[in-house]
């Protein structure tokens, strides 16, 4: 430790410019002055903030900026001779966020951020300019916030053929769900007290019908299969259709909903194809994510040879997101491009990476809860299940919630046997239109186990 002291105090230090002084960017100024020392050992020299740029100059963020210079433009960063790493915590697929990392490739100046929306939407680009550049991108905090999920993937399990990827990859959705599970408080009410902690996006849209989520998919999915980046192909459904009986009806069952982020790749007629998809499951309460509560992210990764590996920590905030920015920043302190820790941000070359095409899921097989709001009258249940016998879907369980007033709206839960997805699809469509139901079913696989 006192060489790596010494060597730290003579090594010339990594200069960084940080974009963005919101929540991860005044935690990352916070964790760079707490953590100085111990840093600056472990990286062989210090990092120093030189410079950084928001909206908002005059804004009073807690922390002491003065020393830093500042850039109204925050593009401006990347042109300065004084900076080896910009780090963008500004967030947007595009716009300045995007200007900003593409002009810092392009000056071969290294890149960090936490942006998932840009990575997703751009990566591919970004990672062919820094190639290009021999410039390090990366992006620890773009995925499940201070789990070091990305790094673990693209380079712990990098011996493995994975066969699957799945998890819990947003907090806000997981903090809304997993709090209305524990006070029956409402989805509005819950969204607004994530949004006041910090965890929900600029835009909780984002959040709440499973963008966010599906953005760290198709980054996960980019690295874990070897994959071109493909977030148009990911499957999205989030979870603002959720009602708390549902929650009650599923923990009546034995069951926890949880948002969950799946990808693997599968032959179909021999040909590879990646399924990727965002959607709320309900998840047996012994399942190791069925105990994932709040904030917390986390990931299963199932690797030829490492068995199944379980990332779990804080999926959003300013420390863990911190963390894993500064993370990033460690890796390049040491020594970018000399030590092995060279380019590849999906963990192979762009030109390498593979253009599956999307799966079609139809075939495969899966357990599926479904809920019904119906209108309380004779012959409706009769109407389900013919329905479900007509797809050729065979019912396990079924629950009827006790009405409130005769003619009224109840509602009805079955949970099926295993069977492919595509029969419970086709239930559904014989039974689109029909005066019996009060509103859109809702229909939630069951992980397996
Ligand atoms: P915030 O909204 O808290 O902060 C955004 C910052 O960017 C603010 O300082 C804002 O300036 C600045 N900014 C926004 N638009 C512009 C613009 N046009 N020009 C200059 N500055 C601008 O965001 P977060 O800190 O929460 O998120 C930052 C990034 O990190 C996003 O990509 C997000 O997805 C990602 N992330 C966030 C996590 C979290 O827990 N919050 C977790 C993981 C990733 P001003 O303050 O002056 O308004
Ligand atoms: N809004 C995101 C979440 C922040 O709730 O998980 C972390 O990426």
Redesign the pocket.
């Known amino acids: 430790m006192a060489t790596n002291a010494a060597q730290s105090q003579n090594a010339k230090p990594l200069r960084i410019a940080i974009?963005?002084?919101?929540?991860?960017?005044?935690?990352v100024i916070r964790l760079l002055a707490t953590n100085h020392d111990l840093i600056a050992a472990r990286a062989g020299r210090a990092i120093e903030v030189v410079a950084v740029?928001?909206?908002?100059?005059g804004?009073d963020?807690g922390v002491d900026i003065a020393s830093y210079a500042w850039e109204d433009?925050?593009t401006a960063l990347a042109a300065r001779d004084d900076v080896d790493v910009v780090v963008?915590?500004?967030?947007?697929s595009d716009?300045?966020?995007l200007a900003l990392s593409r002009a810092a490739l392009g000056k071969g100046t290294g890149l960090v951020?936490?942006?998932?929306?840009?990575i997703a939407h751009h990566g591919l680009e970004l990672a062919e300019m820094a190639e290009e550049a021999a410039a390090p991108l990366k992006f620890e905090?773009?995925v499940?916030?201070g789990i070091p999920v990305v790094k673990g993937l693209r380079e712990g399990t990098s011996a493995n053929a994975l066969t699957k990827v799945y998890g819990i990859l947003n907090?806000t959705c997981n903090y809304i769900l997993s709090a209305m599970e524990a006070t029956g408080a409402d989805f509005a009410e819950t969204l607004a007290e994530a949004q006041g902690l910090?965890?929900?996006?600029?835009d909780p849209t984002f959040d709440i019908e499973g963008i966010?989520a599906a953005h760290k998919l198709a980054i996960l999915a980019a690295i874990g299969f070897g994959a071109k980046v493909d977030f148009a192909a990911v499957s999205t459904t989030g979870i603002v259709q959720v009602r708390a009986a549902d929650i009650a009806q599923a923990d009546a069952l034995g069951f926890v909903i949880r948002l969950i982020a799946e990808a693997d790749v599968k032959d179909e007629g021999g040909v590879p194809k990646l399924l990727q998809r965002v959607r709320p499951c309900l998840v047996a309460k012994d399942h190791p994510l069925a105990n994932v509560d709040g904030?917390t992210n986390a990931v299963v990764a199932e690797g030829n040879f490492s068995g199944r590996l379980l990332f779990q920590g804080a999926?959003?905030?300013?420390g863990?997101?911190a963390s894993?920015v500064v993370a990033d920043l460690i890796d390049i302190a040491r020594g970018f491009g000399k030590s092995g820790e060279v380019g590849a941000p999906f963990s192979m070359p762009v030109a390498q990476l593979q253009a599956f095409g999307a799966a079609e899921p139809g075939h495969r097989m899966e357990r599926t809860y479904l809920r019904f709001t119906v209108n309380d009258r004779p012959g409706v249940l009769a109407e389900i299940t013919a329905a479900m016998r007509d797809a050729d879907v065979s019912i396990e369980s079924l629950i009827q919630q006790g009405r409130a007033n005769e003619g009224g709206e109840v509602l009805v839960a079955m949970v099926t046997h295993e069977g492919p997805e595509a029969n419970v699809r086709r239930a559904l469509e014989l039974l689109d239109g029909s005066d019996s139901l009060t509103g859109e079913p809702l229909v939630l696989p069951i992980l397996p186990n």
């Open positions: 974009a963005g002084l919101g929540t991860v960017g005044v935690g740029s928001a909206r908002e100059r804004k963020r433009d925050m963008e915590l500004v967030g947007g716009g300045p966020a951020t936490a942006n998932k929306a840009m905090a773009a499940a916030g907090g910090g965890y929900a996006e600029a966010d904030p999926g959003a905030g300013d863990p997101t894993a």
